[in-house]
């Protein structure tokens, strides 16, 4: 949390010459027009109403454009709330005019209410270009969900949940329907998978041109859920699983970079508050190693991301502009936002939010005329949304912004770093900062950006005195007359500096893999986690439980910030003493004690001001009265 980082690249750095906003024609330097002209569009319509229709329930949004281009939008009816074992049924709209109208809702996979009770669930549309074939992945349950299955294929197992596949050679007008569960299970431990709903892809570039991947989450052996590539490398006559990836993966999609890689964009069920990705250099078989996107916030939600130019040639300008959809948020399913990047995802300097309420699920298409479909849950049923690029009102100049810290009533000047990617010389950009109320910003200034060449940027922040520690979020917004181009970073306020930190001494933690050691609760990811002995097997230390960590040098502290696990509820800490010492020997009497409570903000807990090098956190006691304890993150409130 309060490793002050330097915001990174995911991926090697790339120039792309790209103009959003008001251009309309190539610039002197290779901009590229915008295919519409400009003029911005945005609407939106209802496809399903929850209670209209025969279903009181929508959910899970898919869309695609058909090779005749039509536009289908699927999606599940349900007679309950429920996912999977609901007996839901897999719907399907059309629309032969570009979105601004549909036609009946018709059945791709109707479920059964009556016993024996069947269901299908979160479609995913994938269209071979080459030939034509249109498939619709879902999952098909009977007794069990994701959760609940058990490991098997038989497709008679009713505790199996199954992958099903639905496909059409006439455009989606009519389906034959497979399961291929036992194909794309690999490992005989994988004990339950589902399509990830959306949209899959088509590789058009390199040695896997034509190849199909459509997404996957699975649950292994141990009970971890992983990303997985489902693909066809013969249009569709048969599927096979790449390896599994990650750990806390869940649902997840697919783009084809510039360059041929394939990028993968998951949800993280850890619960870290923003987007995992992987990139694979074999067409989605294997994947790299898993990284967490910090540009992109996320409450633990499904998302899109795709190409804006589907057809553009491999490494040109356009073909490294990618468009993101998802609850722009940390903490709800709300604040639906659409970003833009012209560099293959390393950054992602363009954003607008289209639905600042309630919002879940989203996926994106290209449109054959240069626009784009959103298809999305706005709290209730499905709509449909239709934009171009000029709504974006966007300028390709990412921003890189170091985080930075200040004690309370103190001031710290924010040096901003800024590469021009959109071939477009910007004279008078305007640049402000979203800071809390109280907060003030002076001198923030703005070299011209000129075209391809790195400019800077600066604002001196003043934070009040009394300001409570904490992590503070804020936007800087460059404003031109080009359009407009954003970037978050932190303003951490009176917390000390983890990365100098260390675990000097604990009684008790997980023996068994890195979950559960204390060093995790000062590494920054608060999807990782100190936990103590929970084995009946193991030697048992009871309470209490306690944690040491040397601050790195004697400093003036005045409290700890907890910060509880984000899933799961085994070893939330309740009764609580806090200890400070010079030398790590001699403690005295506690400097505080209380009582956490089982909110998921950090909480604190507070003394006066002492002089110290060490602090020890002890649990006396757990808030369902287990024998357990686990910390997400610990931080400690000082000054610098």
Request: proline share 7%; charged share 20%; hydrophobic share 35%.
């Amino acid at each position: 949390m309060t490793r002050f980082r330097r915001a990174r690249a995911l991926l090697p750095p790339v120039v792309v010459a790209i103009g959003l906003a008001t251009a309309t024609g190539a610039s002197a330097t290779g901009g590229v027009p915008i295919p519409d002209g400009g003029a911005p569009l945005y609407a939106e319509q209802n496809l399903a109403v929850n209670g209209q229709g025969g279903f009181p329930n929508y959910r899970i949004p898919a869309l695609t454009t058909t090779p005749n281009g039509d536009l289908l939008a699927s999606y599940d009816g349900r007679p309950t709330a429920i996912d999977a074992p609901g007996p839901n049924s897999i719907l399907q709209r059309r629309s032969t005019d570009g979105g601004r109208t549909w036609g009946d809702q018709t059945v791709v996979a109707a479920g059964k209410t009556t016993q024996p009770i069947k269901g299908y669930s979160d479609p995913s549309y994938l269209v071979d270009r080459q030939t034509g074939a249109i498939f619709n992945f879902h999952v098909y349950s009977q007794n069990q969900g994701f959760l609940g299955s058990r490991p098997g294929t038989d497709p008679a197992d009713p505790n199996v949940l199954h992958a099903n596949v639905a496909r059409s050679t006439d455009d989606g007008h009519t389906w034959t329907h497979r399961t291929i569960t036992a194909a794309i299970t690999p490992d005989p431990g994988w004990r339950s998978r589902f399509a990830a709903s959306g949209e899959g892809i088509q590789l058009r570039y390199g040695p896997h041109a034509g190849r199909l991947i459509q997404q996957y989450t699975i649950i292994n052996a141990a009970g971890t859920f992983q990303a997985v590539s489902v693909f066809s490398d013969d249009h569709g006559e048969t599927w096979r699983a790449g390896e599994a990836v990650g750990t806390g993966m869940d649902e997840n999609k697919t783009v084809e970079l510039s360059d041929g890689r394939v990028m993968l964009n998951s949800r993280d069920s850890q619960r870290s508050g923003y987007r995992k990705v992987a990139v694979s250099t074999d067409g989605g078989q294997t994947y790299g190693p898993v990284t967490i996107d910090r540009q992109l916030p996320d409450p633990t939600n499904n998302a899109s991301i795709i190409r804006a130019y589907p057809d553009a040639p491999k490494g040109s300008a356009r073909a490294k502009v990618l468009l993101f959809s998802n609850a722009g948020s940390q903490t709800a399913r709300a604040n639906g936002t659409i970003r833009l990047s012209c560099d293959d995802g390393r950054t992602w300097p363009v954003s607008k939010v289209f639905r600042p309420g309630s919002m879940s699920y989203s996926t994106l298409t290209a449109l054959a005329d240069g626009t784009y479909g959103l298809l999305y849950e706005p709290g209730s049923g499905i709509r449909y949304a239709n934009f171009n690029l000029a709504w974006l009102d966007g300028i390709c100049a990412p921003m890189t912004i170091d985080d930075v810290a200040v004690d309370a009533g103190g001031q710290v000047t924010v040096p901003i770093a800024i590469d021009n990617q959109s071939g477009l010389t910007v004279p008078r950009p305007e640049l402000t900062l979203s800071t809390p109320d109280g907060w003030s910003v002076r001198d923030a200034a703005s070299d011209r950006l000129m075209p391809g060449q790195p400019s800077r940027a600066r604002a001196t922040i003043s934070v009040p005195a009394g300001t409570v520690p904490g992590e503070y979020p804020i936007t800087a917004t460059l404003r031109t007359d080009r359009g407009t181009t954003s970037q978050a970073f932190t303003v951490t306020v009176g917390l000390l500096d983890q990365s100098r930190m260390s675990i000097a001494e604990v009684n008790s933690e997980e023996v068994l893999g890195e979950n559960g050691r204390a060093a995790n609760i000062l590494d920054g990811d608060p999807a990782s986690i100190w936990h103590t002995q929970w084995s009946t097997t193991d030697p048992d230390p009871g309470y209490p439980h306690h944690v040491t960590v040397d601050l790195g040098g004697t400093q003036p502290i005045s409290g700890i910030q907890y910060l509880r696990r984000a899933t799961g509820s085994n070893g939330l800490v309740g009764d609580y003493a806090i200890y400070t010492s010079l030398d790590g020997q001699s403690w005295g009497e506690p400097a505080t004690t209380g009582r956490f409570t089982s909110a998921r903000p950090a909480q604190r807990a507070t003394f006066p001001q002492v002089e110290a090098r060490f602090v020890k956190v002890v649990a006396l006691s757990e808030l369902s009265s287990q024998r357990w304890a686990s910390i997400a993150e610990l931080n400690v409130e000082g000054k610098r």
